[in-house]
């Protein structure tokens, strides 16, 4: 049958494919992101693969023992606490086990061990792995001369031959400590090099290559046991099969505890076991993904809500020939479906692409990072495909059913422009407020309460919620904000009134932009109130500043000391002298003015007659000796420092114990300390050079110089570049919305060819009419920003509330650098999005706009 | 008052009764067809005229099944079509009618060809290709199947129309207005191909229209005013005509 719906779905792709550019671009960079989500998490276990799993990747099937299951099954008999090793370890008799299993047609012992090497004049650590006898189990690959092949040859890794200069022919000592404590040394031979291994867990090491008989020899009189056995399979079995008649042949002699997995299952219990992390990086950036994805879908939708406003005269006419109400959407459908799929395949290409670059990038340039390899999973090409797709379709959907439900007769009307009404329904803003409410109350909640998981939900629910009243608010904000600053001129007030012309279409088109900035905004707020926050609470954690330790105990001379007070940086330097011992250890006093200035908390000062000791003390008293004998008690002012130096001002240090600066000068133990306050805007390069510094000034090694600077500093680098990463996966949902706004604006222009070609008639001059569509742009834009910004503060802020709640007090702290800059980035790209459309609206003669249907 | 156009019951192509159209409510109430009664009969083309907000043009609307009558009964070859939902209207109307209107008569997105074979494409029907070649030939539009509308003269644009009205060999054929932004010489040469099809092809046709010339074209001229038929001419001449819509008061 001849498919008329399909065939006009293509000549309308076709005619009017310049207007499908910006939902091709949303769709694309929206999958993009899913796919180079998908594809990281693969390429980081193909990698790992390559690396961790080099050793059994050629296998069929690997073997471990379980530890943790026979640890998990203790019996009577394991009277230390300890599963009997029996039950778990991989010796001479599972290797024959194995062998001996119907099925198997070779296996290997991988050797656990490590030998030490002693080449030239010097001693280096280095890892085993042995020769198989069937060839294509070894792991290891030869890069020049021979595997060995007897008790007195052995094979490097070139890394490391190359590093410790040895080449073939040299002969080494190797010697291994056997389980009595003896050791075992052997001369051998280098007979071979063998390629660098990948393996992060020894590629720290020189790897060994070794043959079977040698690792015998080095394993002493003991059995030798392996750390997994790998094993080919005679092919025509099946795996699964084979897999629980080697587990049944193993616990026959009495091993029970083994898994026997395939090597992408061993690679993905590995993976986990040396990762960790890894899923949750996917899942943190699949949610950004599904972020990326719903604003590509406002695109969508409102793409084709104007594409079908503008074809509205066309569908009528297919209405009036006789095409059903079916069969119009589902051309709109086809359409929509096409679009999405290319432009989905389309966005595949794309994140294969950043992500080869990325990798090939990554392996350049970090040399630990050789390995990494690009994975692209059958589901980082089908899933993205399919949600693109997807989401095409369901966002065309709405569109597609209004030009479903356009009249014959429109067809006959003259070109009027049929501006397709979105009121609200009622069901929409009872379901907005509902879901508002309950999520603001769970915020709301959360917030008092400390709770992040209630309130994470609130916001979940609160903000789709504001989002479906979207259309109460938003055109009413831009018409407001429109008429204050449309300053009485006709363009101005023209692009206010049109800019709120379709308030379903603004509400879209804003809403898009609207969710990007929140986002945004609701990161930058609540990083900095965590930070700020955090700040407080790591002040009072992390007491001092930086601390010098005199290791020679020789003193501080009060010239060097002098000298470090006058470096960049340094705010307040006192000295602390040890003055006598206590159940918290060495008890120091210093000057009680410099301490009050030192410390990074005020609350936390000793004042007279008592002590600040670490949080480990716990009454309210402390006991102590002075190294002249002298006794009494103090009282405690106990910090939140957990290593902290018990210390008190000279004042009381000599009423109490009765030793002066004098006094502590004289004596022999004299040991001193130096306590700092640096400049808080100090970068972490320039506490590096203050710590070189301070060591030159004060003559002391650089590990001398500690405190908590660094750690408050890490934090901040932490919650730094957490933000800017987040910041960085956002922008992309912002870029998309910014093409919306583009696309919503160029089309808007081409619905209203007619009415601006009458406006340049009636005298409107070209800077006029590009002018009001800059203004017209820039409204939707900017109000769709600040009211993001506005919306993403409060969730910010309540959300740092409930996360650092359970801290203590939050200190409110608003990034408004970084709010402006992303209000002025919003203004600037919606007025950048308006140039082409304002270009193209200019370019047309009055009355050509008049002639056109 | 009831007009009817001369026929037998046996070749009526469409036929109304107690027709009435009525738009708004209250203040802005507008009676748009008064219980227009009127059978036009096949093989015949018919012109309908009138002053602005006569009417003719909701008569044919609602005649085409393109609106919805508030009252009254239509039938197109003998179905009633008020009764219709929209599916079933939307079928009869490819089926059974086809249209030329003033402009924007064609799909830009298609071609010529693809638009004449149109109806049929929705419909999942297989075109005559002989009938097809037959049109075409008499409307001189062999050269021009590839072009899209853009690429055709007005003319040929319109010609493209007929063409597509009369492949589905209809029951009847709507044209509103159809030469109405033709030139002279381009709408006399449609008309005449309007008239012709009726001659040659037996094709019923009924045509909104204001223009004397066009109707003088038709067979029978109805006259109409305020929602209601007062009149009738039968081989209009365009004298006739004018004389007969001066005494409407136009």
Request: glycine letters at 10%; aromatic letters at 4%; hydrophobic letters at 45%.
């Amino acid at each position: 049958m001849y498919n008329s719906v399909l065939q006009l779905a293509l000549a309308n792709l076709k005619t009017y494919s310049r207007r499908f550019i910006a939902v091709t671009l949303a769709v694309m960079i929206g999958t993009a992101f899913l796919g180079a989500t998908l594809m990281v998490n693969a390429s980081a276990t193909e990698s790992l693969k390559n690396s961790i799993g080099s050793s059994y990747a050629n296998s069929d099937l690997v073997i471990h023992g379980d530890y943790s299951a026979a640890y998990d099954n203790l019996d009577a008999a394991d009277t230390d606490g300890e599963p009997d090793p029996v039950g778990y370890q991989l010796g001479a008799k599972a290797l024959k086990a194995v062998e001996g299993t119907a099925g198997v047609s070779a296996a290997h012992g991988a050797a656990g061990t490590s030998v030490s090497v002693h080449a030239g004049s010097k001693d280096y650590f280095a890892s085993v792995s042995t020769v198989a006898k069937d060839p294509r189990l070894t792991s290891t690959v030869l890069e020049s001369g021979a595997l060995p092949s007897s008790s007195d040859q052995v094979a490097v890794d070139a890394t490391y031959a190359g590093e410790y200069n040895i080449s073939r022919g040299d002969v080494l000592d190797v010697a291994s400590a056997t389980e009595d404590g003896k050791e075992i040394s052997k001369q051998v031979k280098v007979t071979g090099i063998t390629e660098a291994s990948n393996d992060p867990l020894t590629g720290a090491n020189m790897s060994l290559t070794v043959s079977q008989s040698l690792l015998e020899a080095l394993s002493g009189p003991g059995e030798t046991t392996y750390q997994s056995i790998a094993l080919l399979s005679v092919g025509s079995v099946d795996l699964d099969t084979l897999k629980t008649s080697i587990t049944s042949a193993l616990a026959s002699e009495g091993i029970e505890y083994t898994t026997v997995l395939t090597p992408d299952e061993q690679i993905v219990k590995d993976v986990a076991n040396f990762s960790g992390g890894n899923d949750q990086l996917t899942i943190v950036l699949l949610v950004f993904a599904l972020i990326a994805l719903v604003v590509t879908g406002l695109v969508v939708m409102n793409t084709f809500a104007v594409l079908i406003a503008q074809r509205t005269r066309e569908l009528a006419l297919m209405r009036t020939l006789g095409a059903l109400r079916s069969q119009i959407r589902s051309s709109v459908l086809i359409e929509a479906l096409l679009v999405g799929l290319l432009a989905s395949a389309a966005g595949v290409l794309l994140a294969t692409g950043i992500m080869a670059g990325l990798i090939a990038i990554l392996g350049a340039t970090v040399p630990s990072m050789s390995f990494a390899i690009l994975a692209v999973p059958v589901q980082a090409i089908v899933v993205p495909i399919l949600a693109g797709t997807l989401i095409t379709l369901v966002a065309a959907w709405v569109p597609a059913g209004k030009a479903m439900s356009v009249s014959p007769l429109a067809a006959l009307r003259p070109a009027d422009d049929v501006a397709m009404g979105n009121k609200a329904g009622k069901v929409r803003i009872v379901c907005g407020l509902l879901l508002l409410f309950a999520g603001a109350a769970a915020l709301a909640y959360g917030a008092i309460e400390g709770d992040i998981l209630i309130a994470f939900g609130g916001g979940m629910l609160s903000f789709p919620g504001i989002l479906m009243l979207g259309s109460l608010f938003l055109p009413k904000t831009v018409s407001a904000i429109g008429n204050l600053t449309s300053g009485g001129t006709v363009p101005g007030k023209l692009a206010s009134l049109n800019a709120v012309r379709n308030p379903g279409r603004t509400t879209a088109t804003a809403t898009a932009l609207l969710i990007g900035v929140t986002l945004v905004s609701m990161m930058m707020v609540g990083a900095q109130t965590a930070k700020s926050s955090l700040g407080d609470a790591l002040g009072s954690e992390y007491l001092v500043d930086i601390q010098i330790l005199d290791y020679d105990q020789k003193g501080f001379s009060t010239d060097a000391i002098a000298k470090a007070a006058t470096l960049d940086g340094v705010e307040v330097i006192t000295e602390l002298g040890s003055v006598g011992t206590s159940a918290e250890g060495e008890l120091y006093a210093t000057d009680p003015a410099l301490l009050a200035r030192v410390l990074n908390s005020d609350k936390q000062v000793p004042g007279s007659g008592e002590i600040l000791t670490g949080s480990t003390h716990e009454a309210s008293t402390l006991a102590a000796t002075s190294y002249t004998g002298a006794s009494g008690e103090l009282k405690a002012l106990v910090s939140d420092s957990n290593s902290f130096r018990p210390v008190m001002g000279w004042d009381t240090a000599e009423r109490v114990l009765g030793i002066t600066p004098a006094v502590a000068a004289e004596a022999t133990q004299h040991e001193s300390l130096l306590w700092l306050k640096a400049d808080d805007n100090l970068d972490a390069a320039a506490l590096r050079t203050l710590q070189t510094d301070l060591a030159v000034a004060l003559g002391v090694e650089e590990f001398a110089i500690g405190g908590g600077m660094k750690e408050m500093q890490m934090f901040n680098t932490v919650i730094d570049m957490l933000l800017m990463i987040v910041s960085g996966l956002l922008a992309v949902a912002v870029l998309i919305a910014l093409i919306g706004v583009a696309n919503t604006l160029s089309l808007s222009v081409l619905e209203r060819t007619r009415e601006n070609s009458l406006l340049r008639a009636l005298g409107l001059t070209r800077g006029q009419l590009k002018k009001m569509l800059a203004t017209e742009a820039v409204l939707i834009g900017g109000v769709a920003a600040l009211l993001g910004v506005l919306l993403g503060s409060a969730y910010g802020l309540l959300g740092a509330q409930s996360v650092m709640g359970a801290f203590g007090a939050m200190s409110v702290s608003i990034p408004w650098l970084q709010l402006a800059g992303v209000i002025a980035v919003s203004v600037v790209a919606a007025l950048a999005a308006s140039i082409v459309p304002a270009r193209r609206a200019a370019k047309l003669a009055p009355v050509q706009g008049l002639a056109s249907d | 008052m009831t007009i009817t156009a001369p026929h037998t019951s046996t070749d009526i192509a469409v036929h109304a009764t107690n027709l009435s159209k009525i738009y708004g409510a209250g203040t802005t109430r507008v009676e748009a067809l008064r219980g227009v009664e009127v059978s036009f009969a096949r093989g015949k083309f018919t012109a309908i005229m009138g002053p602005s907000g006569s009417g003719k043009s909701t008569l044919m609307h609602c005649l085409a099944g393109l609106d919805d009558a508030s009252g009254g009964s239509i039938y197109i070859g003998g179905t009633d079509i008020s009764k219709l939902n929209d599916d079933a209207l939307t079928k009869m109307r490819r089926e059974k009618v086809g249209f030329v209107f003033q402009s924007f008569n064609l799909v830009p997105t298609l071609t010529a060809e693809a638009n004449i074979l149109l109806p049929l494409a929705l419909a999942g029907k297989k075109h005559d290709a002989a009938w097809l070649e037959t049109i075409v030939a008499t409307l001189g539009l062999k050269d021009r199947l590839t072009h899209k509308p853009h690429e055709l003269s007005g003319g040929q644009q319109q010609r493209v129309a007929v063409a597509r009205a009369l492949l589905t060999r209809p029951e009847v054929v709507f044209g509103d207005e159809p030469t109405g932004n033709l030139d002279s010489r381009t709408g006399a040469e449609v008309l005449s191909l309007l008239r012709s099809s009726t001659r040659e092809m037996g094709q019923t046709i009924i045509m909104v229209t204001h223009d004397a010339i066009a109707a003088s074209y038709a067979d029978t001229v109805l006259l109409m005013k305020d929602g209601e038929l007062v009149g009738q001419l039968e081989d209009p001449t365009v004298e006739s005509v004018t004389q007969a819509l001066s005494g409407l008061g136009v």
